[in-house]
């Protein structure tokens, strides 16, 4: 992202760029996705990056929903997943959704604060974006 006047530019070949620099001490692939689950942009392994980015957007919404009708907030910000698979941690970026998958032995700390530097830097340029059906 780059700034140009009162606009921000969005590169999307940086996008891979940025999400990559997640990818370090057994994190293995940063998805970035629509809430409804569409890939984006992705960077590490690439074996089932859309499924994960599927199922993980399903996950956030249900839950997401589940919090704004039970607790009349929309408080939703980092969700954590651990299954036979590894660790997964999705946070919202601006009306988008941030995902990192590692290795079951990565600290949920440190996997926290990985998708967390991820989501500061797309933050601003992804904020100015207007995205149709996007909530």
Do not use: Y
């Not at 993980?56 to 589940?66: R, V």
């Not at 408080?75 to 946070?91: A, K």
């Not at 998708?115 to 059906?133: C, F, M, N, T």
């Amino acid at each position: 992202a780059r700034m140009s006047g009162d606009c921000i530019m969005l590169r999307s070949q940086a996008l891979p760029q940025v999400l990559q620099q997640a990818n370090t001490g057994g994190v293995h692939t940063t998805l970035l996705m629509s809430p409804e689950g569409s890939l984006l942009a992705f960077a590490g392994e690439s074996a089932n990056e859309k499924m994960v980015g599927a199922i993980a957007a399903n996950i956030w919404s249900s839950h997401d929903k589940s919090g704004k009708s039970a607790l009349q907030t929309d408080s939703l910000q980092t969700m954590f997943i651990e299954n036979e698979e590894g660790r997964i941690v999705i946070t919202k970026v601006a009306k988008m959704l941030v995902c990192s998958v590692a290795n079951q032995d990565v600290e949920w700390g440190a996997l926290k604060l990985k998708v967390e530097a991820v989501r500061d830097a797309l933050a601003p340029p992804l904020s100015q974006l207007v995205i149709p059906g996007a909530v």
